[in-house]
């Protein structure tokens, strides 16, 4: 992608500034268009008067939102020193930060998001900042969710790719392909394989059914490792260092919304999604990756409300940037 389109949410905060130095490790194009937003939060509006009595409110109002463009021109002028070919905005608003940046997103429709992993009155890697956490489920484009960068510009960065044979595990693949890396930089394509340990089926389960759920399995397993196989040729076709790891899951573990079989569903399995979103996140923390990247759920009017757990849990607890991966809805 050589030109794309970037709306970031701002409030000044550590977290915020954290997502602006992240902005020179995630790959982005030498050309884009940008717009930073800071919004003045505002939980309940305030009225002009009371009784007939003029309020200061408005007054106060205003002034909130002239700081929050200060802001916003602060950090449009950190991201065009970053980004000196950058296109860049700087806008401010009142109302509540979730539902700003969402509507500005619906209407301007960016290519990606940035935010903070949480605000001024955040908590950390405890507590899911809720702006971030409200935009990620309900934005209909990818969101980057920044927790900052240890390495300056140039040098080579780490990834991981989670990859579970889904239309959104591609997509997140694609979306990698399409970014611009420093040379030597690497990735890791990460897939839990799912296992049905005899003990799950009832003694009164007729003797076929257990060979039936194994064959099917095996059959699923090896659609993720083909699905894997397939993203890392990609990203060395690129020019990346690409590496399969691929670990066998918890008990009876497949991506949400996996069709079982009769067979599986007759002896009621349970299935968890813990796994993966524990497997990527101690992966890369221990390898000191700087960003992963995950695939979204569907893009209906529920999915849109309930995003994947697996992509919401790791973009809740990774120690680094997490992209959950959308393709963007254009208006025709």
């Given at each position: 992608m050589?030109?794309?389109?970037?709306?970031?949410g701002y409030d000044g905060s550590a977290c915020a500034e954290a997502a602006l130095a992240d902005l020179k490790c995630a790959g982005l194009p030498r050309k884009a268009e940008v717009f930073?937003?800071?919004?003045?939060?505002?939980l309940i509006p305030a009225p002009a008067s009371i009784g007939g009595v003029t309020t200061p409110f408005p007054e106060a109002e205003f002034k909130a939102e002239q700081e929050a463009l200060m802001l916003a021109r602060s950090a449009r002028d950190v991201v065009k020193t970053l980004f000196p070919e950058w296109h860049v905005r700087a806008e401010?608003?009142?109302?509540?930060?979730?539902?700003?940046?969402?509507?500005?997103?619906?209407?301007?429709?960016?290519?990606?998001?940035?935010?903070?992993?949480?605000?001024?009155?955040?908590f950390g890697r405890m507590f899911f900042g809720s702006v971030s956490q409200k935009v990620l489920h309900e934005a209909r484009c990818s969101v980057r969710v920044a927790r900052g960068a240890g390495r300056n510009a140039g040098e080579p960065v780490r990834i991981v790719v989670?990859?579970?044979?889904?239309?959104?595990?591609?997509?997140?693949?694609?979306?990698?392909?399409?970014?611009h890396w420093p040379k030597g930089s690497e990735v890791r394509v990460v897939a839990a394989l799912g296992t049905f340990p005899p003990t799950i089926f009832p003694p009164?389960?007729?003797?076929?059914?257990?060979?039936?759920?194994?064959?099917?399995?095996?059959?699923?397993?090896r659609k993720i490792r083909e699905a894997v196989e397939a993203a890392v040729r990609r990203l060395e076709g690129v020019g990346l260092v690409a590496e399969a790891v691929i670990r066998e899951g918890d008990p009876?573990?497949?991506?949400?919304?996996?069709?079982?079989?009769?067979?599986?569903?007759?002896?009621?399995p349970v299935i968890r999604e813990g796994d993966p979103q524990r497997l990527l996140c101690e992966l890369?923390?221990?390898?000191?990756?700087?960003?992963?990247?995950v695939g979204a759920k569907?893009?209906?009017?529920?999915?849109?409300?309930?995003?994947?757990?697996?992509?919401?849990?790791?973009?809740a607890n990774a120690h680094c940037s997490v992209e959950v991966v959308r393709q963007p809805e254009r208006k025709r």
């Open positions: 050589e030109r794309m389109k970037i709306l970031i930073v937003l800071s919004v003045s939060a505002e401010a608003a009142t109302g509540s930060p979730a539902g700003v940046l969402i509507g500005k997103a619906d209407e301007w429709q960016p290519d990606l998001i940035v935010v903070g992993s949480h605000g001024r009155s955040g989670g990859v579970d044979g889904s239309e959104g595990a591609r997509a997140a693949v694609k979306a990698v392909t399409t970014r009164t389960a007729s003797e076929h059914m257990p060979a039936e759920v194994v064959e099917w399995v095996e059959a699923e397993n009876a573990f497949f991506p949400l919304g996996t069709q079982l079989p009769p067979a599986a569903l007759s002896s009621r890369a923390e221990e390898w000191g990756t700087d960003s992963i990247f569907g893009m209906g009017r529920i999915e849109r409300m309930l995003i994947g757990s697996v992509s919401s849990a790791v973009a």
